[in-house]
């Protein structure tokens, strides 16, 4: 039986206990920018302010059609926040250029609203977590609150954009020629497929299948690869991981979702019979160490976060649940791999965010 000691005999350094108490007081103020930050992508009030005037809350309420009590009191939040400035003779607010490639522009490889948006759908479900949490229970991908899945493709498209195709395929042994040449690939967990047509706008002569067990993503990814003009090269389909269609693939890559599935090497063992006997299996997953000590950062921290409320509760609601976590590190990754058949595995390529992982029969 676990026993707690009561208060009255412990020291308590009053210093240290105001420390931390400010800084609860800051994690609360941060918590709620979260909502805030949602709040200035989905009304303009960043994309107004981008070109960096100058602005009052009248001005930004009028060029947005928002009200200007929300707008004045929003500004001043950013601004003890530090994510605008404010100049108190003029009383006017000016976004930074730094801030606004990073708010405000969704070609920046450091965009980061789609991560506000993801955390903030991710916390919209925290009553259904914590109750899974006492049962030992899962949530579903499917059974999240949308902003999950929009914010989620809208944060790991700017990786894509930034990475894919200027270091990570670059980092896998001969793979680009191949995909110039014309390869057969597979993007697996594709989710609304941003990575799937960012590879088949960049290679022409290949041709490409998508899966997902989510129906809505899928359904997403056929509209936009219309849209991009790629799907008489691309297909999407509704399947797990442990079942997508195909075979003789040249490269199946999996983006941020390995970790997510009940059944990884379950996966990792279809991806093995799927997968041409000279083909590579790219897994791109969160930045870890192996270690709790190497996780121990800002980045770290933020994943921690995830894996507890949305990626072990993903794993947990299928078959298997083996929840590998968020932080799973290299490995883990490769302990599936090698239950899996597979023979060759290193670490290709790294970002802040994620480790770009080579596999191979």
């Not at 420390?19 to 103020?29: I, Y």
């Not at 004045?72 to 530090?82: I, M, P, S, V």
């Not at 994510?83 to 801030?99: I, M, Q, S």
């Not at 989620?152 to 200027?166: A, S, V």
Request: glycine content about 10%; hydrophobic content about 40%; proline content about 5%.
């Amino acid at each position: 039986m676990t026993q707690t000691l009561p208060f009255t005999e412990r020291t308590i350094d009053p210093d240290k206990l105001m420390s931390f108490v400010f800084r609860a007081v800051d994690e609360v103020g941060a918590t709620l920018n979260t909502a805030l930050v949602v709040m200035g992508d989905k009304l303009g009030y960043y994309t107004a302010m981008a070109d960096g005037r100058p602005t009052t809350p009248a001005e930004l309420a009028e060029q947005t059609g928002t009200s200007e009590h929300y707008a004045r009191e929003w500004l001043n939040n950013q601004a003890a926040g530090g994510f605008v400035e404010y100049d108190a003779d003029a009383r006017r607010y000016t976004l930074p250029a730094e801030h606004a490639v990073a708010l405000a522009d969704p070609t920046s490889p450091a965009y980061l609203a789609g991560f506000f948006q993801l955390a903030l759908g991710t916390l919209h479900d925290s009553d259904d977590i914590f109750a899974a949490a006492r049962d030992g229970d899962g949530l579903g991908w499917h059974e999240h609150h949308t902003d999950v899945h929009h914010g989620c493709e809208r944060f790991f498209r700017t990786m894509y954009n930034g990475h894919l195709l200027t270091e990570w395929i670059p980092a896998l042994d001969g793979v680009t020629a191949k995909l110039e040449s014309g390869a057969k690939v597979a993007d697996v967990g594709c989710g609304h497929g941003a990575s799937t047509i960012l590879l088949a706008k960049a290679f022409p002569n290949s041709t490409f299948v998508g899966s997902d067990y989510h129906a809505a993503s899928i359904d997403i990814a056929r509209e936009r690869a219309r849209a991009a003009g790629v799907d008489d090269r691309v297909t999407f389909e509704v399947a797990p991981a442990t079942a997508f269609s195909g075979s003789g693939y040249d490269l199946i890559a999996m983006f941020d979702c390995l970790h997510d599935m009940g059944d990884p090497v379950g996966a990792a063992r279809h991806v093995r019979s799927a997968i041409a006997a000279d083909g590579t299996w790219m897994v791109v997953e969160p930045m870890a160490g192996d270690r709790v000590e190497d996780n121990l950062n800002p980045v770290g921290r933020t994943y921690y976060g995830f894996s507890t409320l949305l990626c072990t509760p993903a794993s947990l609601s299928q078959d298997v649940g083996l929840a590998l976590g968020t932080q799973a590190g290299p490995a883990k990754i490769k302990d599936v791999s090698t239950a899996a058949g597979f023979s060759a595995f290193r670490t290709a390529a790294s970002t802040p965010f994620n480790n770009v992982f080579e596999v191979r029969p």
